[in-house]
């Protein structure tokens, strides 16, 4: 049933925006053309325009090909299109399989309406109707991630090392990926070989954690097993390493991490990009995680001290390294300018104003995934966090994507379907306005009287 209810929504939206917006738009002005270079052999013209790798091309033009020798072309703007429509199909029962793993909840209907509903996550589910390369990215991670759980390493890295050529910086996530690999090969090593004894891997819940001590005997159990084992760990990690090396002498070859146009690309210090990160998160994740009750427990003297002292830190960060892209000063086509010309730019007391939000957002976001992942993981998931977003200078809501679905799949689905169908209601309801905007309320620019601009994430 949800599945149906997935490929329905897909197909109807996609009809929509295909038969309203039938021409490249926005970005897809550059992968559009790009891709229908590679449909016609060019595989050297390249536009400098482009900053992501070809994966996305290389996917649609393997589709086209297919489908070229049934007589079919499949390289006009709505079929290249079509190829995030079926890498939509593929998150859900990707995202299916995930969470029954990490849940250890058998699959059932309660089950499959969590991941339908995260799969209509509105900024995602968005762009599967473009010519986008973040469903794709999307996509391949989480696949990778899913045959990571499944034990499957060595296919898991070659998956990961093509997310690398939708998005670069999935090398943050194939890191993390790695990491986990490592963790689950020392903790069945040890099992088989019952060597659970005080130098074995520790990595208890992240909610356990309560001094330093904890935290320094962790890291160094997780370093002295590597070293220890390393001949039974070395096989798995293969072809991540393959990946990362092969990552590495890209960046060299290309020299940086930017194809194309790095003038508006260039990479800094942006750390208030984890307030906006952790209010978005709880935003989209509330139907789940808000609670009254949690919020009371967390009243505690203790968080109080760590309040005060990370609302010190975080006007520090804020006040030295807020950075306001000109694209998010001059684009009025994304939210994202509404968002910061309403709100961040009413005063400019504002920004500081909204550090007690930022930091119950977080409290209450860390309190949440610290109960249902290992120390490490949530460790290795900050630092993903901080290696992803902080070296952007745009806020783009795109890349909180793969963040955001990351955490979510951690998180069992609640026992009682009201908290899930509530969060369907809401990303439905928006995923509506979305679109409606995005189809029916188009705008002219005075530089560009007979173009249409649209609204959108």
């Not at 005063?347 to 992942?373: C, D, E, G, K």
């Not at 306005?433 to 249409?452: A, D, G, H, R």
Request: one cysteine or more.
């Amino acid at each position: 049933m949800a599945f149906i209810l997935h490929v329905v929504n897909l197909f109807v939206t996609s009809r929509l925006v295909y038969s309203t917006v039938p021409e490249p738009y926005m970005d897809e002005i550059f992968h559009v053309p790009q891709a229908q270079q590679y449909c016609h052999g060019d595989f050297v013209t390249w536009d400098p325009k482009l900053t992501t790798p070809p994966g996305l091309y290389l996917t649609s033009n393997l589709i086209a090909y297919v489908a070229s020798l049934f007589q079919f072309d499949l390289c006009t703007v709505n079929a290249l299109r079509f190829t995030n429509i079926l890498f939509s199909i593929g998150l859900y029962f990707v995202l299916v399989s995930l969470i029954s793993i990490l849940s250890a909840t058998p699959k059932s209907f309660r089950l499959n309406l969590y991941a339908l509903t995260l799969s209509w996550f509105p900024v995602g589910f968005f762009y599967n109707f473009l010519y986008y390369t973040d469903p794709g990215s999307t996509f391949f991670v989480l696949l990778s991630y899913l045959l990571v759980k499944k034990k499957s390493y060595f296919l898991s890295g070659i998956i990961g090392l093509i997310s690398l050529t939708f998005r670069q910086t999935n090398v943050i996530w194939l890191c993390l990926f790695m990491m986990i690999v490592i963790i689950d090969t020392l903790t069945i090593d040890h099992k088989k070989n019952d060597e659970l004894t005080s130098n074995s891997l520790y990595n208890p819940v992240c909610s356990s954690i309560h001094t330093p001590t904890q935290v320094v005997r962790v890291i160094s159990t997780l370093l002295i097993n590597t070293v220890k084992h390393i001949t039974v760990v070395l096989p798995n990690i293969s072809t991540f390493i393959f990946a990362i090396i092969s990552f590495v002498v890209f960046l060299i070859w290309n020299g940086g991490i930017v194809l194309g146009d790095r003038s508006n690309h260039l990479a800094g210090l942006h750390f208030p990009q984890l307030f906006y990160y952790t209010s978005f998160l709880s935003f989209f994740a509330a139907p789940w995680t808000l609670s009254i009750t949690t919020l009371y427990n967390m009243l505690t003297i203790k968080r109080l001290l760590v309040g005060i002292t990370s609302s010190i830190i975080s006007l520090y960060l804020i006040h030295h390294y807020t950075y306001e892209h000109p694209f998010l000063l001059s684009d009025n086509r994304h939210y994202s300018f509404y968002i910061w010309k309403k709100i961040y730019k009413r005063h400019w007391t504002v920004r500081y104003l909204l550090t007690p939000v930022y930091i119950i957002s977080s409290f209450l976001n860390i309190h949440i995934f610290a109960q249902h992942t290992s120390f490490l993981v949530s460790l290795g998931y900050l630092f993903a966090l901080i290696l992803t977003l902080v070296p952007s200078p745009l806020l783009e809501f795109r890349y909180f994507i793969i963040p955001f679905l990351f955490y979510m799949v951690h998180i069992p689905p609640p026992t009682a379907i009201t908290r899930t169908v509530i969060a369907l209601l809401l990303y439905s309801s928006i995923h509506v306005i979305t679109i409606y905007l995005f189809l029916y309320k188009p705008f002219t620019w005075p530089s560009e009287p007979n173009q249409f601009q649209r609204f959108m994430w």
